[in-house]
């Protein structure tokens, strides 16, 4: 957060976050999103938790910085553990790769009842996390895509109610790969992701090709084959 200011990815994640409400922010590292979060009167208030020393440690000091110890707590603690049942009414996770993000909901499943929206915003695989709200009964409500400093994240917004609603009409395969909504949408951050997903899908399938035809080269053969032919099919074959 240099000069006060957020990332662009942080300030998409902030921007869905309910106005007023108290909010968890789990691997928080510098406190930065709950710090913006209530300084600029978005959140009433914040819990900022962190299972690493250093990172608590920047969360504790940014927070005692600002003046703000009065309305966020810096919690140290594995994913959800930090918070109370009933005690927040959205979480955001940010920065993690999704088997992680989903690990945490997994874990925290107890702590989730009361909350009413999930901002989740997974680095890598973010298939996974929405197949964890497909299941658990969180209806992803939106999806954003964005590029920032030549990396390009994907947030998910999800709220408890009919996890299918997003996925009717659609592959379901396909749109939980590239995201329901955002498969609809295919801005320039989209197609540049997946064209270069599918470049290097075919480039790693060219090696497993020369490789020995092991049952595991031809189950990941057929896992890259199966992908590619999803998002070409969704990007009409620009990728080819
Ligand atoms: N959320 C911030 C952001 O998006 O810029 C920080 C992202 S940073 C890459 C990931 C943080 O998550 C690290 O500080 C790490 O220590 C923390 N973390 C990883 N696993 C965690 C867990 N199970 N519970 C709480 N924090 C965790």
Redesign the pocket.
């Given at each position: 957060m240099r000069s006060g200011k957020l990332s662009h990815r942080?300030t998409a994640v902030l921007e869905y976050i309910p106005d007023g409400s108290v909010f968890a922010?789990?691997?928080?590292?510098h406190a930065y999103?709950p710090c913006y979060a209530v300084r600029s009167g978005k959140a009433r208030a914040a819990i900022a938790?962190?299972?690493?020393e250093g990172?608590l440690h920047s969360a504790k000091k940014q927070v005692e910085r600002q003046g703000l110890q009065e309305k966020i707590s810096v919690r140290k603690g594995?994913?959800l553990e930090v918070i109370s049942p009933a005690e927040v009414e959205c979480i955001t996770i940010?920065?993690?790769g999704g088997t992680?993000i989903k690990k945490?909901l997994t874990e925290g499943r107890e702590k989730l009842r009361g909350v009413k929206r999930l901002i989740l915003?997974p680095n890598v695989n973010a298939e996974c996390v929405r197949g964890w709200l497909l299941e658990n009964g969180w209806q992803l409500v939106a999806e954003q895509i964005l590029e920032e400093d030549g990396q390009i994240y994907e947030i998910l917004v999800a709220e408890p109610g009919e996890p299918l609603e997003p996925y009717r009409g659609k592959n379901r395969d396909a749109a939980l790969l590239l995201g329901p909504y955002l498969m609809e949408e295919k801005s320039e951050a989209f197609r540049k992701k997946w064209r270069n997903e599918v470049k290097r899908w075919k480039r790693i399938l060219k090696h497993l090709q020369s490789a020995s035809d092991s049952p595991e080269n031809r189950r990941k053969k057929a896992e890259f084959e199966r992908k590619i032919q999803l998002v070409e099919e969704v990007l009409h074959d620009e990728t080819s």
């Open positions: 942080l922010d789990i691997g928080s590292d999103l938790g962190e299972v690493a990172p594995d994913g940010a920065g993690m992680l945490i915003q």
